[in-house]
């Protein structure tokens, strides 16, 4: 039995595949924040005086808000001056020549993201994030051939500043939340992507976000901006190395669906959850929000969510435009002594809008996993129709499972539909797998993968496979 | 003949509770053995402990299979090895097909006996091969394991599963429970069709009927946890008979 349990304890610590560290040189600034941190941030992004004066109104209001609690999350008090805001891998090389770190180009290939073109996934473009700066973008000649912008948030501000200045900050205001307004006043980079009028993209675009140095918060800031009559289908993957302590990736993702287009946000979250006695792990505190402002447009969000110490996530529609649709597809999955709260909210304001909601939670270890959702129906909203399914799936029985709708209806035409279900892999399921010869922990897998495959089905199929494998690794030591 | 099982003075609990008291019995390579007797005398608790159902504890006795010690062996080692359980109630698994886990087991057998995993063409073929020998529809191979499916499906399954991981020992545990004439017919032609010479079966039931289609060698009576008596298949006329009141009564103290 011992040597079992040694067995398992191992996986469980294994599990974790991207945990290590890359030896890069990477300028830190000094831990805290304040104004000067604000300019010097913004001064080294040698960014337009408007930006600045967002970033310091948003800090400003920020020191006025207090941390959310209503979430069902144990989150431990965070020093929020003992966090470095801005680390740069790039920087010391940047002053010799303009060729990025070998160390660098060799972490994205180990994570499975070559950066050189010719190695590349085929149909899809990276833009590699560390820390807080982008490391490069590829395929952006050919995109900009089509007329698409596909680079950096940093870079967009410089070359772009109009489109930028135009629509940032108008889906996620900075008053928002509390996270959203520190998002504002210290984010990073970012991507930033611009599909013009009736323009299909022609590939996957993609951005891949690493934490690398240590004590640093990461702080993205993506926006979306798909013109009339356009396509884009945008994936999002995370990690980190293993540490002991915390750290903070507190995220904005804006994304803005113009008449008759379409945009697929697909995530595959895989933040260093922490190891198996709840040390460590990413703090993941995000606010994804998406507006449906034209008729007909289409906003999906796929997400499956497998890291974090502490997921705090509601990716929304707002269905401004009439006959316009939101779907929110998700796989939340917790072990050892992981929080996820996430959901979503569908704000339906146009007439004919239609949303889906897809919610597949599974908690295993000691873990807590929370649905949270918002349907609300605005006065106006004729014929409005959500259909919503939250189902929970528990392994073991020290963790928990939560399920919080809310529905907030204000016009009699609406059909709403919540259907819920919790259920249990069960000894004689895994028995019966035993007996066909399949071990415990692949039956899991198994059965994990087929509870989430109605979301699973909705992601690229590069990104499907990674993610079915990602569910049974997570889960490895899941049972003993 | 060489020994392909071989239990000796089997005692088992579940719950605390002693079901099986003392069981031997040796089962020959090629042998169709049956094991017939009234409810609750311990007939699912011998299936369910040679296959190493996690309830059940053994308490005495030893278990040899192809010369091993079966009760070392973990329940996937012994799926490996060549044994098979046609469960009475087959549990259903939402949302995994019947294609990916028949992959599944495939491929952890081939794995164990260190051989590469089956491609997917040459699976496909296999699954086509064995669903026709059972009448299994393609229709029921996508869906779910079990998921919806009536009793007699289930039980069809189930001999699918044994047609494609060809075990050296099946046991089948009421195989003939729920199901009508028809559907009876079908699974036990599938375990005819099934029948090599090398293969062994343990056919666990209640009644007789579904020996009229699956021919005993041996006939064995289970009745209080002990193998009370053991004789050729004409026991089983007797049986149906006489039922299983004389059985009681000669062991009745």
Not at chain 1, 112 to 140: N, Q
Not at chain 1, 250 to 265: R, S, T
Not at chain 1, 372 to 391: F, I, P, T, W
Not at chain 2, 73 to 96: A, C, K, N, T, W
């Amino acid at each position: 039995m011992k040597k079992k349990d040694n067995i398992l304890k191992k996986i469980a610590n294994k599990a974790y595949e991207f945990g290590f560290v890359s030896k890069i040189k990477t300028e830190v600034i000094e831990k805290g924040l304040n104004e000067d941190v604000i300019r010097l941030i913004s001064g080294k992004k040698n960014e337009p005086e408007w930006l600045l004066e967002f970033r310091l109104e948003a800090y400003r209001h920020w020191l006025t808000m207090e941390m959310p609690r209503w979430a069902h999350l144990d989150i431990p008090p965070i020093d929020y001056q003992a966090i470095s805001y801005y680390a740069d891998p790039l920087k010391k090389n940047k002053e010799k020549n303009k060729e990025i770190d070998p160390e660098l180009m060799k972490t994205f290939e180990k994570l499975g993201i070559p950066l050189e073109e010719r190695l590349a996934l085929s149909g899809t473009a990276v833009d590699a994030v560390m820390d807080s700066v982008s490391v490069k973008t590829t395929f952006k000649e050919e995109l900009k051939e089509k007329g698409i912008i596909f680079c950096s948030m940093s870079e967009a501000v410089q070359e772009y500043p109009d489109l930028v200045r135009r629509y940032l900050g108008t889906v996620v205001n900075y008053r928002d939340n509390f996270y959203a307004a520190l998002n504002t006043a210290v984010f990073s980079d970012g991507s930033f992507v611009y599909i013009p009028k009736g323009v299909r993209c022609p590939m996957e675009l993609s951005t891949y976000f690493r934490i690398n140095a240590a004590n640093t918060g990461q702080f993205e800031r993506t926006l979306i901006v798909a013109d009339d009559d356009s396509y884009v289908s945008y994936l999002e993957g995370c990690t980190a190395p293993m540490r002991d302590e915390n750290q903070l990736h507190a995220a904005i993702v804006e994304i803005v669906v113009n008449n008759n287009a379409e945009v697929k946000y697909s995530t595959v979250q895989n933040w260093y959850p922490g190891d198996s006695e709840g040390k460590g792990g990413v703090y993941n505190f995000v606010t994804k929000r998406g507006d449906c402002r034209g008729t007909n447009s289409k906003l999906s969000w796929t997400q499956v969510e497998t890291g974090s110490a502490i997921t705090w996530k509601y990716p929304s529609c707002i269905l401004r435009g009439d006959n316009s649709q939101g779907e929110f597809y998700s796989v939340a999955l917790t072990n050892n002594f992981q929080q996820a709260d996430t959901g979503t909210k569908m704000i339906h304001l146009g007439k004919n809008t239609r949303s889906t909601i897809i919610s597949k939670g599974i908690s295993a270890g000691r873990s807590q996993n929370s649905y949270r959702g918002l349907v609300r129906v605005s006065k106006n909203a004729e014929g409005a129709r959500n259909y919503s399914q939250c189902d929970s799936l528990l392994l073991g029985d020290k963790c928990g499972a939560h399920t919080f709708p809310y529905m907030d209806i204000h016009n009699n035409s609406a059909v709403i539909e919540h259907e819920a279900t919790t259920s249990k892999i069960s000894e004689d399921q895994l028995f019966y797998c035993n007996q066909r010869g399949i071990g415990t922990e692949e039956a899991i897998g198994l059965i994990v993968n087929g509870y989430a495959k109605e979301v699973l089905n909705k992601l690229p199929m590069e990104f499907a496979i990674e993610a079915q494998k990602l569910l049974s690794v997570s889960l490895e030591g899941a049972v003993g | 003949m060489e020994n392909l099982l071989e239990i000796r003075n089997l005692h088992a609990t579940i719950d605390g509770k002693e079901i099986l008291k003392g069981i031997d019995l040796t089962v020959k390579a090629g042998e169709v053995h049956a094991i017939m007797g009234p409810n609750g005398s311990g007939k699912s608790t011998l299936s369910n402990v040679l296959v190493g159902h996690p309830a059940y504890t053994v308490t005495e006795g030893e278990v040899y299979y192809k010369g091993k010690n079966l009760l070392e062996l973990s329940p996937e080692d012994r799926s490996h090895e060549g044994l098979f359980l046609s469960f009475q109630y087959p549990v259903e698994i939402p949302g995994v097909s019947i294609t990916n886990f028949m992959r599944a087991a495939i491929n952890a057998k081939r794995q164990y006996l260190g051989q590469e995993p089956m491609n997917a063409t040459e699976f496909l073929k296999v699954m086509r091969e064995k669903r026709a020998l059972v009448n299994l529809d393609s229709k029921l191979a996508n869906r779910s394991v079990n998921e919806g499916f009536s009793g007699g499906e289930k039980k069809r399954n189930e001999i699918f599963q044994m047609a494609m991981l060809e075990p050296t020992l099946s046991i089948l545990d009421e195989t003939d429970s729920g199901l009508d004439i028809d559907a009876l017919r079908i699974v036990a032609e599938g375990v005819n069709k099934l029948k090599r010479e090398d293969t062994s079966s343990l056919v666990i039931t209640h009644y007789q009927r579904l020996l009229d289609y699956i021919k005993p060698d041996i006939v064995h009576v289970l009745y209080n946890g002990r193998i009370v008596k053991t004789a050729g298949p004409e026991l089983v006329m007797e049986l149906e008979e006489r039922g299983y009141d004389w059985i009681k009564n000669e062991n009745r103290q």
